[in-house]
Nanobody
Framework: QVQLVESGGGLVQAGGSLRLSCAAS????????MGWYRQAPGKQRELVAT???????TYEGSVLGRFTISRGNAENTVYLQMNSLKPEDTAVYYC??????????WGQGTQVTVSS
């Protein structure tokens, strides 16, 4: 059974930084992409950043230049370095892994709160 566990969330002042981590346990058939999503209260879940197995990255416009997604040395880990945080970045952040047969695995989420 696959489980994704996120960590690294917390409370930070505007302008501060946080680093989110996601580690997957279990067997995942050929990971094709890993990503971070977020959901703020009253809003739909949105894509923040993704990285493919080939290393290509994409970012949501408002985080471009501030957030960096990266894969860990362990195959099933992914990180999100978040700098220059803003109050509007406040949300629950979720990790997602997609495999080659388009199965998506989600973590339980980690809360990020940015105070002004």
């Amino acid at each position: 059974q696959v489980q994704l566990v996120e960590s690294g969330g917390g409370l930070v002042q505007a302008g501060g930084s946080l680093r989110l981590s996601c580690a997957a346990s279990g067997i995942i058939f050929r990971i094709t992409s890993m990503g971070w999503y977020r959901q703020a209260p009253g809003k739909q879940r949105e894509l923040v950043a993704t990285v493919t197995s080939g290393g290509s990255t994409t970012y949501e416009g408002s985080v471009l230049g501030r957030f960096t997604i990266s894969r860990g040395n362990a195959e099933n880990t992914v990180y999100l370095q978040m700098n220059s945080l803003k109050p509007e970045d406040t949300a629950v952040y979720y990790c997602k892994i997609r495999d080659a047969v388009l199965r998506d695995y989600w973590g339980q989420g980690t809360q990020v709160t940015v105070s002004s």
